[in-house]
C-alpha cells in the first residue's frame, strides 16, 4: 500500500476529530504532499515518512519534538 | 504483476528420459492440462516445478517433501543412468514477467565412479530485454529472478500438490491466512508503521519521565505518585507481555487442535473399534474352546464308568445274551449228562443266578418244567443252591466268564437307556456352540470390516493414542491459555483504573509547562498510535470481507449443479487475531461433514479467492500450477471448475488422470475429448497433453512420452 494511500485511510480516523478537534473540513483538505497547518497531520506524516525513508525511531522522534515544541 | 510460463522442459529427470527437446512441454494462457494415467509423470513434472522454485521435490511413496540435494538418485532416469556412466539431468523454464523473459535451467551433472554416483548441481538463468540475453551471475540476482515466476508469498496457493491440499500451511495454521491477508492487502509498511507509532510511544514516555526528573523540587506525594504510576504501567506492560505470549501459545495450541481435530475422532473410533473388536474375539475363542473340551471329552465319554456311550444301543444284548447263556447251558448240561448219566449235578450244572432265577422264577430251566415253590422240584433247585460246593477254580471255563461278564455288565441295564438321550445333549449342545461360534465369526468380521472402514491398516494403537494425547493436550493449553489470557486482562482492568487515578493526581500537582507539554505529546502519541493500529484492523478487515464474498462466489460456483448444499464460507478474525475459515449451513450453524470433494472445494475457493484478490487497481497473476486437484472430485465440480478457472487465473497448468481412458485410441474419455474440442475450436483456452509409455514397464523403468492434442 503506498504512503500515500495510507494517509488518507488514517484522516477517517474519528479520533482526529473526537480528541484532536480537527474539524471535517480541515480533514478534507489534509494531503500528503505539502505541508499542513495542524501539527497531529504533521507528526501522522513523519511516522509515516520515517518508514517510506527508513529513518530510526529515534530521529523521527527528534523531528516530531521540534514540530511541538515550535 | 503476472508471470506466464512459455514451456518446461526436462532431461533425464525421473522417467523423462532423453534431452530436452525431447520432453518439452509448451504451454499458453488459459487451462493447459497434462493427462496421463498413474505413474505417467504427473507428479514428476509437478516436481520439475518445485525444483526450479524450490530446490524440493515431493515424494508421493513418503508423501512428503525433501531437498533436490538429497533426491539425486531418485530424480535421475533409470533408463539413463542404465545406459550411461555419465549423463545430464535437469529442468528448464521458459517464463515471461512483466514484459521480461527469464529462462531458468537446472541442472545435475551425473557421474559413475567406483559404483557410486557423484553429483554436480548448477543453476543458469538468462534474462531477456529488448531480443538482448544477459546472463544472471549472481547468486542473489538468480533467486529473485525466479522469485518473478511465482512469489514466495503466493507459492503456497499458485502451487498446489492434491493430496496435501487438506494441509494447505497456511489453513492449517491460523496466523498463516493472516499473513497472506497482510501480503495481499500490501500493508506491511502500514505494520512497520504501527511498529514505529507503538516507539515513538515509549520515546515520548521517556522524554516526558525525563520532564519529571528535571523538577527537582517535586514532593514526596508527587514522588510516591510517579512510582505509583511508573510501577502501574510497569506490571501493565508486563502483564500485556505474557498475555502476548499466552496468545502465541494459544495460537500454537490451535494450530495443533485443528492438526489433530481431523484425526481425533477417527483415532477414537479406532482405539474403542479396537478394543470391542479384541473382546469380541475373545468370545469367539472362548466359544472355540468350548467346543474343543466338549470333543475332546467324547473319549472318555465312551468309556464312562456309569454310563459308557460305548453300550449304545446295547440294551437288549444283556438280556439277549443272558438267554443266549442259558440256552447254552442247558445244551451243555444235557450233553454231559447224555455222555455221564451217573452224574446228577455235573459242575458245570446252572449256577447260583440261575438256580435262584429258577426259584423266582418257578420253573425249572434244566427240565424245562414247572417247579412250584415249596413242591418238590422247587425244594430241589433249593437244594443245589445251598449245597455245599467246591470252591470254585479260576479256570477259564467258559460259563464262568460269560457269569462274570453278566455281572460285570448287569448294572449297565439302568443306565444304556439313558446313553442315547446323554448324546442327544451333548449333540445338541456341540450344534448350540457351531450356532454360537458362527454367530461370534459375523461379529467378529464385521468389527473388522468397520476397522477397516476407519482405516486401521494407516494407524496403530499407539499413534491413535498419541493423536488423542495430542489433541486433548491441545484443548488443555488453550483453555489454560484462554484463562490465563482473562486473569492478566482482569488484572490490567484493575491497574488502568488505578493508573487512570494516579495519573489524574499527578496532573493536578504537576503543573509546570514543561511536564505538562511532555505529558500532552506522551499523551497524544498513545492516541496516534491507537489511530494507527485501528486503521491496519480496518484495512485488514476490509481484505478479510472482499475475500470472504469472492472465495462464495467460487465455492457457488465451483459446487453449483450438485445436488448437495455445501454451505457457506465465513472468515472471522478471532480474538487472537488470527482468521479462521468455517463453512456454515442455512441457519448460520457450522457445518460438519461435508465430504472430501466439498472440503477440497472449500480449499479450492479460498485459493482462487486469494489469487484472484485485487486491491487497489493491482491484481494477481500468477501460474496456478496443481498435481491432481481433482481427486474426490466428480465432473460435475471438475466441469465447473474449467468454467470459472479462466476467469481467475490468466494461466492453469494441471496435471490430471481423471480424463484419461486406458481403452480409448487416444487415451482421453469423453470429458477429455469435448475439452480438446473447444479448445480446438477457441472456445476455451489452453492446451491439452497426454502422457504415454511406448512399452510397459515397472515404476522405476517407465519412460514416459507425450501427445499434444491441441493446435
Given at each position: 500500500?503506498?504512503?500515500?494511500q495510507?494517509?488518507?485511510?488514517?484522516?477517517?480516523?474519528?479520533?482526529?476529530?473526537?480528541?484532536?478537534?480537527?474539524?471535517?473540513?480541515?480533514?478534507?483538505?489534509a494531503s500528503?504532499?505539502?505541508?499542513?497547518?495542524?501539527?497531529?497531520?504533521?507528526?501522522?506524516?513523519?511516522?509515516?515518512?520515517?518508514?517510506?525513508?527508513?529513518?530510526?525511531?529515534?530521529?523521527?522522534?527528534?523531528?516530531?519534538?521540534?514540530?511541538?515544541?515550535? | 504483476?503476472?508471470?506466464?510460463?512459455?514451456?518446461?522442459?526436462?532431461?533425464?529427470?525421473?522417467?523423462?528420459?532423453?534431452?530436452?527437446?525431447?520432453?518439452?512441454?509448451?504451454?499458453?494462457?488459459?487451462?493447459?492440462?497434462?493427462?496421463?494415467?498413474?505413474?505417467?509423470?504427473?507428479?514428476?513434472?509437478?516436481?520439475?516445478?518445485?525444483?526450479?522454485?524450490?530446490?524440493?521435490v515431493?515424494?508421493?511413496?513418503?508423501?512428503?517433501?525433501?531437498?533436490?540435494?538429497?533426491?539425486?538418485?531418485?530424480?535421475?532416469?533409470?533408463?539413463?543412468?542404465?545406459?550411461?556412466?555419465?549423463?545430464?539431468?535437469?529442468?528448464?523454464?521458459?517464463?515471461?514477467?512483466?514484459g521480461?523473459?527469464?529462462?531458468?535451467?537446472?541442472?545435475?551433472?551425473?557421474?559413475?565412479?567406483?559404483?557410486s554416483?557423484?553429483?554436480?548441481?548448477?543453476?543458469?538463468v538468462?534474462?531477456?530485454?529488448?531480443?538482448?540475453?544477459?546472463?544472471?551471475?549472481?547468486?542473489?540476482?538468480?533467486?529473485?529472478?525466479?522469485?518473478?515466476?511465482?512469489?514466495?508469498?503466493?507459492?503456497?496457493?499458485?502451487?498446489?500438490?492434491?493430496?496435501?491440499?487438506?494441509?494447505?500451511?497456511?489453513?492449517?495454521?491460523?496466523?498463516?491466512?493472516?499473513?497472506?491477508?497482510?501480503?495481499?492487502?500490501?500493508?506491511?509498511?502500514?505494520?512497520?508503521?504501527?511498529?514505529?507509532?507503538?516507539?515513538?510511544?515509549?520515546?515520548?514516555?521517556?522524554?516526558?519521565?525525563?520532564?519529571?526528573?528535571?523538577?527537582?523540587?517535586?514532593?514526596?506525594e508527587?514522588?510516591?505518585?510517579?512510582?505509583?504510576?511508573?510501577?502501574?504501567?510497569?506490571?501493565?506492560?508486563?502483564?500485556?507481555?505474557?498475555?502476548?505470549?499466552a496468545?502465541q501459545?494459544?495460537?500454537?495450541?490451535?494450530?495443533?487442535?485443528?492438526?489433530?481435530e481431523s484425526?481425533?475422532?477417527?483415532?477414537?473410533?479406532?482405539?474403542?473399534?479396537?478394543?470391542?473388536?479384541?473382546?469380541?474375539?475373545?468370545?469367539?475363542?472362548?466359544?472355540?474352546?468350548?467346543?474343543?473340551?466338549?470333543?475332546?471329552s467324547?473319549?472318555?465319554?465312551?468309556?464312562?464308568?456309569?454310563?459308557?456311550?460305548?453300550?449304545?444301543?446295547?440294551?437288549?444284548?444283556?438280556?439277549?445274551?443272558?438267554?443266549?447263556?442259558?440256552?447254552?447251558?442247558?445244551?451243555?448240561?444235557?450233553?454231559?449228562?447224555?455222555?455221564?448219566?451217573q452224574?446228577?449235578?455235573?459242575?458245570d450244572?446252572p449256577?447260583?443266578?440261575?438256580?435262584?432265577?429258577?426259584?423266582?422264577?418257578?420253573?425249572?430251566?434244566?427240565?424245562?418244567r414247572?417247579?412250584?415253590?415249596?413242591?418238590?422240584p422247587w425244594l430241589?433247585?433249593?437244594?443245589?443252591?445251598?449245597?455245599?460246593?467246591?470252591?470254585?477254580?479260576?479256570?477259564?471255563?467258559?460259563?464262568?466268564?460269560?457269569?462274570g461278564?453278566?455281572?460285570?455288565?448287569?448294572?449297565?441295564?439302568?443306565?444304556?437307556?439313558?446313553?442315547k438321550e446323554?448324546?442327544?445333549?451333548?449333540?445338541n449342545h456341540?450344534?448350540?456352540?457351531?450356532d454360537?461360534?458362527?454367530?461370534?465369526?459375523?461379529?467378529?468380521?464385521a468389527?473388522?470390516?468397520?476397522?477397516?472402514?476407519?482405516?486401521?491398516?494407516?494407524?496403530?494403537?499407539?499413534?491413535?493414542?498419541k493423536?488423542?494425547?495430542?489433541?486433548n493436550?491441545?484443548?488443555q493449553?488453550?483453555?489454560?491459555?484462554?484463562?490465563?489470557?482473562?486473569?492478566?486482562?482482569?488484572?490490567?482492568?484493575?491497574?488502568?483504573?488505578?493508573?487512570?487515578?494516579?495519573?489524574?493526581?499527578?496532573?493536578?500537582?504537576?503543573?509546570?509547562?514543561?511536564?505538562?507539554?511532555?505529558?500532552?505529546?506522551?499523551?497524544?502519541?498513545?492516541?496516534?498510535?491507537?489511530?494507527?493500529?485501528?486503521?491496519?484492523?480496518?484495512?485488514?478487515?476490509?481484505?478479510?470481507?472482499?475475500?470472504?464474498?469472492?472465495?462464495?462466489?467460487?465455492?457457488?460456483?465451483?459446487t453449483?449443479?450438485?445436488?448437495?448444499?455445501?454451505?457457506?464460507?465465513?472468515?472471522?478474525?478471532?480474538?487472537?487475531?488470527?482468521?479462521?475459515?468455517?463453512?456454515?449451513?442455512?441457519?448460520g450453524?457450522?457445518?460438519?461433514?461435508?465430504?472430501?470433494g466439498?472440503?477440497?472445494?472449500?480449499?479450492?475457493?479460498?485459493?482462487?479467492?486469494i489469487?484472484?484478490?485485487?486491491?487497489?487497481?493491482?491484481?494477481?497473476?500468477?501460474?496456478?500450477?496443481?498435481?491432481?486437484p481433482?481427486?474426490?472430485?466428480?465432473?460435475?465440480?471438475?466441469?465447473?471448475?474449467?468454467?470459472?478457472?479462466?476467469?481467475?487465473?490468466?494461466?492453469?497448468i494441471?496435471?490430471?488422470?481423471?480424463?484419461?481412458?486406458?481403452?480409448?485410441?487416444?487415451?482421453?474419455?469423453?470429458?477429455?475429448?469435448?475439452?480438446?474440442?473447444?479448445?480446438?475450436n477457441?472456445?476455451?483456452?489452453?492446451?491439452?497433453?497426454?502422457?504415454?509409455?511406448?512399452?510397459?514397464?515397472?515404476?522405476?523403468?517407465?519412460?514416459?512420452?507425450?501427445?499434444?492434442?491441441?493446435?
Open positions: 500500500m503506498e504512503a500515500e495510507i494517509f488518507k485511510e488514517l484522516m477517517k480516523s474519528d479520533e482526529l476529530q473526537t480528541h484532536f478537534g480537527i474539524s471535517k473540513e480541515e480533514l478534507a483538505d500528503y504532499v505539502g505541508d499542513s497547518n495542524n501539527t497531529t497531520i504533521e507528526i501522522i506524516k513523519d511516522v509515516i515518512k520515517g518508514i517510506a525513508n527508513r529513518k530510526s525511531p529515534n530521529v523521527v522522534f527528534q523531528g516530531i519534538l521540534k514540530k511541538v515544541s515550535d | 504483476m503476472g508471470t506466464f510460463i512459455k514451456s518446461i522442459s526436462l532431461q533425464n529427470f525421473y522417467n523423462y528420459y532423453g534431452s530436452y527437446e525431447d520432453n518439452t512441454y509448451t504451454f499458453k494462457e488459459g487451462i493447459n492440462i497434462i493427462n496421463a494415467d498413474n505413474n505417467m509423470g504427473k507428479s514428476k513434472l509437478y516436481n520439475g516445478f518445485l525444483w526450479i522454485l524450490d530446490d524440493q515431493y515424494d508421493s511413496d513418503d508423501k512428503r517433501y525433501y531437498p533436490v540435494s538429497e533426491s539425486y538418485n531418485k530424480m535421475m532416469s533409470k533408463k539413463a543412468s542404465r545406459e550411461n556412466v555419465e549423463l545430464d539431468m535437469g529442468v528448464t523454464i521458459l517464463y515471461e514477467s512483466e521480461v523473459w527469464y529462462k531458468v535451467c537446472k541442472e545435475v551433472h551425473c557421474k559413475l565412479e567406483d559404483g554416483w557423484l553429483f554436480f548441481p548448477s543453476t543458469n538468462l534474462m531477456t530485454t529488448d531480443n538482448e540475453d544477459m546472463p544472471i551471475m549472481d547468486k542473489q540476482k538468480q533467486q529473485d529472478a525466479i522469485r518473478m515466476l511465482i512469489p514466495a508469498d503466493m507459492e503456497k496457493y499458485a502451487l498446489l500438490q492434491g493430496e496435501s491440499m487438506e494441509r494447505l500451511v497456511d489453513l492449517s495454521t491460523l496466523n498463516g491466512l493472516e499473513n497472506t491477508i497482510n501480503a495481499l492487502a500490501d500493508i506491511n509498511n502500514l505494520i512497520r508503521m504501527c511498529g514505529l507509532a507503538s516507539e515513538l510511544v515509549k520515546q515520548a514516555k521517556q522524554e516526558y519521565n525525563k520532564e519529571e526528573t528535571k523538577n527537582r523540587g517535586a514532593s514526596n508527587i514522588l510516591k505518585l510517579r512510582e505509583e504510576r511508573d510501577n502501574l504501567e510497569k506490571w501493565i506492560e508486563d502483564a500485556n507481555k505474557k498475555i502476548e505470549l496468545r501459545e494459544l495460537i500454537k495450541a490451535k494450530e495443533k487442535e485443528q492438526q489433530y484425526e481425533f475422532f477417527s483415532s477414537k473410533k479406532r482405539i474403542q473399534l479396537r478394543h470391542e473388536y479384541e473382546e469380541e474375539c475373545a468370545k469367539l475363542d472362548s466359544l472355540k474352546r468350548e467346543k474343543a473340551e466338549q470333543e475332546l467324547i473319549t472318555s465319554r465312551l468309556f464312562d464308568e456309569n454310563c459308557p456311550w460305548i453300550l449304545m444301543g446295547l440294551g437288549n444284548e444283556t438280556g439277549d445274551f443272558d438267554a443266549n447263556r442259558i440256552e447254552l447251558t442247558k445244551k451243555i448240561t444235557a450233553q454231559e449228562i447224555s455222555q455221564n448219566p452224574i446228577l449235578l455235573p459242575d450244572s449256577d447260583a443266578p440261575s438256580l435262584r432265577r429258577m426259584l423266582e422264577h418257578e420253573h425249572c430251566e434244566v427240565c424245562d414247572e417247579a412250584k415253590k415249596g413242591t418238590a430241589h433247585i433249593k437244594k443245589v443252591l445251598e449245597r455245599p460246593h467246591k470252591e470254585m477254580r479260576t479256570s477259564a471255563s467258559f460259563m464262568q466268564f460269560y457269569s461278564l453278566q455281572n460285570a455288565t448287569g448294572r449297565y441295564e439302568a443306565t444304556i437307556p439313558q446313553i446323554s448324546f442327544e445333549q451333548y449333540m456341540i450344534y448350540d456352540l457351531d454360537q461360534i458362527e454367530a461370534q465369526e459375523r461379529i467378529v468380521e468389527k473388522e470390516n468397520e476397522l477397516t472402514l476407519v482405516g486401521i491398516e494407516n494407524s496403530t494403537e499407539e499413534e491413535d493414542r493423536v488423542l494425547s495430542g489433541y493436550q491441545a484443548k493449553t488453550i483453555s489454560n491459555k484462554n484463562e490465563e489470557i482473562q486473569r492478566w486482562t482482569g488484572k490490567i482492568k484493575i491497574w488502568d483504573s488505578a493508573l487512570t487515578k494516579a495519573k489524574e493526581e499527578l496532573d493536578k500537582r504537576q503543573g509546570s509547562t514543561p511536564i505538562r507539554k511532555a505529558k500532552e505529546l506522551y499523551d497524544n502519541m498513545q492516541v496516534i498510535k491507537t489511530m494507527f493500529d485501528s486503521t491496519r484492523e480496518r484495512i485488514f478487515k476490509s481484505i478479510v470481507d472482499n475475500l470472504q464474498t469472492a472465495a462464495n462466489e467460487m465455492y457457488s460456483d465451483l453449483k449443479g450438485n445436488q448437495t448444499f455445501g454451505g457457506t464460507l465465513t472468515f472471522d478474525r478471532l480474538d487472537d487475531g488470527t482468521v479462521r475459515v468455517s463453512v456454515i449451513d442455512y441457519q450453524e457450522e457445518l460438519y461433514g461435508n465430504g472430501t466439498f472440503q477440497r472445494m472449500k480449499q479450492l475457493a479460498i485459493v482462487m479467492s489469487i484472484s484478490s485485487k486491491v487497489g487497481n493491482k491484481s494477481f497473476d500468477y501460474p496456478f500450477i496443481s498435481d491432481a481433482f481427486s474426490e472430485f466428480s465432473w460435475n465440480f471438475m466441469n465447473n471448475f474449467f468454467e470459472i478457472a479462466p476467469n481467475v487465473f490468466r494461466q492453469s494441471i496435471m490430471i488422470k481423471d480424463l484419461y481412458d486406458p481403452a480409448d485410441d487416444n487415451l482421453i474419455n469423453e470429458h477429455g475429448k469435448a475439452i480438446v474440442e473447444q479448445m480446438n477457441g472456445l476455451l483456452q489452453g492446451s491439452f497433453y497426454v502422457n504415454y509409455a511406448e512399452t510397459r514397464a515397472d515404476a522405476g523403468n517407465l519412460v514416459t512420452k507425450k501427445y499434444c492434442y491441441t493446435k
